[in-house]
């Protein structure tokens, strides 16, 4: 049944008074490439398909926040009901590993089809007000991952920002007493540069010229 909210259709004013559009309102807009007017169109839109739009939405994200969460191995998300995906599901068999910042940069370097291996996702960097806790990068579980699957190296997929390379000379740290090749994007990426928005010829170029960080290669 859709039920048209009277009066709403067009007026986004009218929905300023009520407590639960407007807590929805600030909520919507602080999602990626959402202001306002864009929240307030969105929150019509579910008001007026309550049935169809509104109820699944309400009942999916309550399932998705209850169930999804981050693998405590690997960084990447997964369902509690189901073994990690990027991880523990991996039937393939590789000798390298990816580190990068989120998940999208893992979409983006996935789709330039530059690397076969396995991701390791830290979640932000260390700089990140969200991410206060070296524990939150996952290093031990890096390292275990590093031994367990007969890894020989590990490629330091981090943005040409300044809490991007902070982050990478940090894990190098980390990585300095196993036996093991720890190599770095090339320098040719553009200062400033986040992994998820570099074109395919930007990113496959940084994969070939990586530099290895190991002292006794320099
Ligand atoms: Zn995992």
Same mark, same amino acid.
């Given at each position: ?29 602080? !999602? ?105 990068? !996952? ?63 930007? !990113? ?15």
């Amino acid at each position: 049944m859709v039920w048209v909210f009277p009066g709403l259709s067009g007026r986004f004013n009218s929905m300023q008074n009520i407590l639960e559009i407007n807590n929805l309102i600030k909520l919507i807009s602080k !999602l990626p490439g959402l202001g306002p007017k864009s929240a307030k169109r969105i929150i019509l839109k579910l008001i007026n398909n309550r049935q169809e739009l509104m109820k699944p939405l309400a009942q999916t994200l309550s399932e998705a926040y209850k169930n999804v969460a981050r693998c405590k191995n690997c960084g990447s998300l997964k369902s509690n009901n189901a073994n990690c995906d990027n991880c523990q599901n991996n039937s393939k068999k590789y000798n390298k590993i990816c580190v990068v910042e989120n998940i999208a940069d893992q979409w983006t370097i996935e789709s330039s089809s530059i690397f076969k291996g396995y991701f390791h996702i830290l979640g932000g960097t260390l700089s990140n007000s969200n991410l206060e806790r070296k524990e939150d990068l !996952l290093l031990d579980s890096l390292i275990e991952r590093v031994k367990k699957n007969s890894i020989d190296e590990v490629i330091l997929a981090t943005s040409a920002t300044v809490e991007g390379q902070t982050t990478a000379f940090y894990i190098q740290d980390s990585l300095k007493n196993i036996n093991i090749k720890v190599t770095k994007l090339a320098q040719g990426l553009p200062v400033g540069s986040e992994i998820d928005s570099l074109d395919d010829g930007t !990113l496959i170029s940084a994969f070939k010229n990586r530099k290895s960080l190991n002292s006794d290669s320099d």
